[in-house]
């Protein structure tokens, strides 16, 4: 899950060169000056063009070459790979534990963002009402972003321990759950549930924060219109803040399902994918294949889908939420 | 007529109410915090006795995270800094050209920046990975920078984008009637002006490098650049019975990121009021 909202205001176009251009004169001198304008600002921009290209172009271009090659260990000294057809993506689909990495990545990426979405819309909701401490409250949520990734689900892994967690202890302490723990991280039944509500905890605060301020945008008084009617208050959540906040909320699904479908990190630590795969999604796969049995053609392919996913969540939603929409959002 | 009676007598309850409501939600969601900290300052923090509240605190899991840790925490930070020097470097600029420069495709540019996010970072370290062997760049700090660079390019070019087009015009335009260069405008006049969203990029592309883990594990295959992150990864390899180095070792980490917010805490308020999120 990201930790930081990302700026998605359109800006109106920014008008600096706007009386450099009315000036504009037509004479030979002029025009070569011009040009001389414009290559200086393709300057400014060039090194970013350069670096996007080296680290995002390159290596996405680069993965489906590779996904089509016998890439092995020895290519890595060799240079060279041969041409393997399809044969990265029939491993892949033959494996026999393919329905598995995309059933698990489902239910993590989906329960993720479901969950994540109720309980930060409750969250921004309920921040919203005016009482004490209201906001130094609210910016405290936001101090688990101060701790690394690793760190946060190392310390997780050790709390969601069968014998030694203090999950187990809080549990038996309210008498819940069975006799002896649940054994979070060691049982096939539920691993996947204890990375997913770790990666829950994660995105909560990110819910929040984007939401709270989708919800600080809408004009009070609309609220105050509905009140003189007499709308209640399940109605106004209903027909006023959920609809005027859907452009928001397209931000946070959108954005989070294309930042959940790729966890790796909290994953890896928590339950390293286990046991049996339990808790193996495409993206631990495709780590796995690559750096674990350096089978970087069949990483490669495992890579190329993930993408392929996001870019089809992406586009199903954002047809599928414009349908419903009658303004268009801005993303 | 006791209905407004009783409303001015409940409003100051309810609102205490509310905070205690948040307060315990506080408590919960920053629960796994406490224990780390709490966990830090126990040096018996095995498997059963850790105790509730730090009540005899030691420093004892400090002193073994700092000898057993403490050259990897000045791998990430050299890392984390050098990073952050190329993205904040490389992304002003382009920031800038984007909000003020009328070029041909440059809606191409900030679509192309929106998208690498959502290229997973293993497709992107795997293919880095065969390419970083050939030029030697794997077990090298250097590698790692330039890898951890790129998670803060696109961000801050976005993020200062829009406080780059929100300069008045009127500056910038005195400034080139005056005779400077398109160059010396945005030295002088653009980057001191935006110097809030400059701020907070730089923020935020050294919190990407420095809780970089993926470019940790993959591009290095010994011992001999481990940042932080890949250190805590290896105690879990290691040792899972005493917990007070582990946890100190996390806590550190959160140090250099908590320090750099309170520092820069009051461009940051301005920044994010400033048109980050709108």
New interface residues.
């Given amino acids: 899950m990201p ?7 359109s ?11 009315n000036e504009r004169g037509r004479t030979p001198r002029n025009r070569a000056s011009r040009a001389r ?2 290559a ?3 300057l ?2 060039a ?3 350069l ?2 290209a080296l ?2 172009g ?3 271009v ?2 489906v070459v ?1 996904s089509f090659q016998n ?1 092995s260990i020895s ?3 060799t ?1 060279s790979a041969p041409f393997a057809g399809l044969v990265n993506y029939r491993a892949i689909f033959s494996s026999g534990l393919f329905g598995k990495f995309v059933v698990n990545t489902a239910i993590f990426t989906l329960a993720s963002l479901a969950v994540q979405f109720a309980l930060g819309l409750a ?1 921004a909701l ?2 919203s ?6 906001g130094p ?1 609210r910016a ?2 936001l ?10 689900a ?6 969601l ?1 069968q ?2 967690g ?1 999950v187990n202890r809080i549990l038996e302490a309210v008498h819940l759950g069975p006799a002896g723990g649940v054994p979070w991280l060691s049982s096939t039944g539920a691993a996947l549930a204890a990375v997913t509500i770790v990666n829950i ?1 994660v995105g ?2 990110f819910n929040m ?2 939401l709270y ?1 989708g919800l600080r945008e809408i004009p009070v008084d609309v609220y105050e219109a509905a009140a003189i009617d007499g709308v209640g208050p399940l109605t106004r959540l209903r027909y006023i803040t959920w609809p005027l906040l859907r452009p928001v909320t397209t931000v946070v699904l959108v ?1 989070g399902f ?2 959940t ?2 966890v ?2 909290i994953i ?2 928590v339950t390293g994918g286990g046991p049996a795969y339990a808790s193996q999604t495409l ?1 631990v796969e ?2 796995q294949l ?2 674990k049995t350096f089978l ?1 053609g069949q ?2 392919a495992m ?2 889908i ?2 392929l996913v ?2 089809l969540f ?1 586009l199903v939603y954002l047809r599928f939420n414009r349908s419903l929409a009658s303004s268009d959002g801005d993303l | 007529m006791t209905a407004p009676l009783a409303t001015t007598a409940r409003r100051p309850r309810r609102g205490v109410l509310a905070t205690l409501f948040a307060l315990l939600i506080l408590a919960v969601l920053l629960f796994p915090v406490y224990w780390m900290a709490n966990a830090s300052l126990q040096s018996n923090a095995t498997s059963f006795s850790t105790e509730w509240f730090p009540l005899h605190p030691s420093l004892t899991g400090y002193r073994q995270a700092l000898s057993q840790q403490g050259g990897h925490l000045v791998t990430s930070l050299v890392i984390a800094v050098g990073a952050t020097a190329i993205s904040t470097l490389i992304a002003t600029p382009a920031a800038f050209a984007l909000a003020r420069f009328k070029l041909p495709g440059r809606g191409w540019v900030i679509f192309v920046a929106l998208a690498t996010q959502m290229i997973p970072g293993i497709v992107i370290a795997n293919a880095l990975y065969g390419t970083y062997n050939s030029v030697h760049l794997i077990n090298s700090v250097p590698g790692l920078i330039l890898a951890d660079a790129s998670l803060g390019i696109p961000f801050s070019m976005l993020l200062m984008r829009s406080f780059m087009a929100g300069i008045p015009k009127e500056i910038l335009e005195a400034a080139r009637i005056d005779g400077a260069g398109q160059i010396r405008a945005f030295l002088q006049v653009a980057v001191p002006v935006a110097r809030n969203g400059i701020i907070t990029a730089a923020l935020f592309s050294f919190l990407f490098a420095w809780s970089d883990f993926l470019f940790a594990l993959t591009l290095t295959t010994t011992n001999a650049v481990t940042p932080i992150t890949l250190g805590i990864y290896q105690y879990l390899g290691a040792q899972t019975e005493q917990w007070s180095p582990v946890m100190a070792t996390a806590v550190i980490a959160c140090v250099p990121s908590a320090l750099l917010l309170v520092a820069a805490q009051r461009f940051i308020a301005a920044g994010v009021t400033g048109g980050a999120v709108k």
């Fill in positions: 930790r930081t909202a990302w700026p998605t205001s800006d109106p176009s920014a008008a600096a060169g706007r009386a450099a251009d304008e414009r200086v600002q393709w400014f921009l090194p970013a063009l670096y996007m680290f995002f390159y290596p996405m680069k993965n590779m890439y290519s890595l000294y240079g969250l309920f921040f009402r005016r009482f004490p401490l209201a409250i405290l949520l101090l688990p972003w101060l701790v690394p990734m690793v760190a946060s190392t310390v997780w892994r050790w709390m321990g014998d030694d203090v905890w909560v605060p924060v984007i301020s954005l294309i930042y479908v790729k790796i990190d890896l630590v993206a495709s780590y690559s750096f970087f990483g490669a890579g190329n993930l993408i996001s870019l992406a």
